[in-house]
């Protein structure tokens, strides 16, 4: 048995194309005995506060907010662990606060030797955020120091 | 059971050997059928043909057809050089050179009519300078537009 890829980054979102990518990975985890990160980026659902003059700014609800985030992503997390689970699996998870993904993806992959990153082709965006601001794959495709596999 | 039918697409870049020999790795432990193409049909070639006779500058007489048939000569002996690796290793490959079409119009058509499951393409291309431009841009398009999975090689 060739192993192609020993450590495989998998970036997850909540989207159904972000779960076949998990599905996948799945099997290249029974064929190849990889290790896996699976990871969730939170950073985006946070509001730059200096949009705001400082009186005027709900602190109560930014800060409920953010909590309800992470909450939902680290739930998203276990929920997607039981894929792995399932199948007699495991993968560590990580819950991601400072980073946006590609952000993430760029300094980890180097620093921990990830081979691979698996993520969906569609993420949660809006059609219109897509066009402004590029696709995480996009920008994970351009910046990535590894393979990179997108699943759709 | 991971892919059945990978479709990889190479130019004469570094990456693409890469590519190659991961689709190698994947072919040895899994059995699928794997074609492999390169297209002729980049955007700039009509341009490079016609802008000479355009222009009406009489020193420059590029015949397109000797063109092409150029661009066919070294597409075809790329094939050959790149089949050999899968040759090297007993491996079946299907080559195809890709006349009128770039790559990314070429994978959006042909992975929807004949079912492929993994596209498997370098990261960048030939066009090292303006790769972020050029093929990275293939690189994109492609993941926008194919209907299957895409696997990017550095």
Redesign the interface.
């Known amino acids: 048995?060739?192993i192609?890829y020993k450590k495989i980054l998998l970036a997850i979102d909540g989207s159904l194309h972000a779960n076949n990518a998990a599905e996948?990975v799945a099997?290249?985890q029974k064929?190849w005995e990889s290790k896996v990160v699976m990871f969730h980026s939170v950073k985006h659902h946070k509001i730059p506060t200096g949009m705001f003059p400082v009186e005027s700014f709900p602190v109560e609800l930014y800060r409920d907010m953010e909590e309800a985030s992470k909450k939902a992503g680290e739930l998203l997390l276990v929920e997607t662990q039981e894929i792995f689970n399932q199948k007699g699996l495991s993968v560590e998870t990580r819950l991601i606060e400072e980073d946006e993904p590609e952000v993430y993806i760029r300094k980890i992959v180097e620093k921990e030797n990830f081979d691979l990153v698996v993520l969906g082709?569609k993420g949660r965006h809006s059609k219109l955020k897509e066009i402004l601001l590029g696709?995480v794959?996009?920008k994970v495709?351009?910046s990535?120091?590894?393979?990179?596999?997108?699943?759709? | 059971m991971i892919y059945k039918k990978i479709l990889i697409a190479i130019d004469a870049s570094n990456n693409s050997i890469r590519a190659i020999e991961k689709v190698i790795d994947l072919q040895k432990s899994e059995n699928c059928k794997v074609v492999m193409f390169h297209s002729i049909g980049h955007p700039t070639r009509p341009l490079i043909a016609t802008v000479p006779m355009a222009s009406g500058v009489g020193s420059f007489n590029i015949n397109e057809t000797e063109l092409l048939l150029e661009y066919k000569e070294a597409g075809n002996k790329l094939l050959l050089t790149r089949q050999e690796l899968f040759n090297n290793k007993e491996l079946p490959v299907e080559t195809r050179l890709i006349l009128d079409e770039t790559p990314e119009e070429y994978i959006e058509r042909i992975v929807e009519e004949q079912g492929f499951d993994l596209v498997v393409i370098g990261s960048k291309g030939i066009h090292s300078k303006l790769s972020q431009f050029f093929l990275g841009s293939v690189a994109q398009r492609v993941v926008k537009h194919a209907v299957c999975d895409v696997l990017i090689v550095r």
Not at chain 1, 147 to 152: G, S, Y
């Open positions: 048995m060739i192609i996948q099997e290249f064929m082709s696709t794959s996009t495709l351009k990535a120091p590894c393979d990179v596999l997108i699943v759709r």
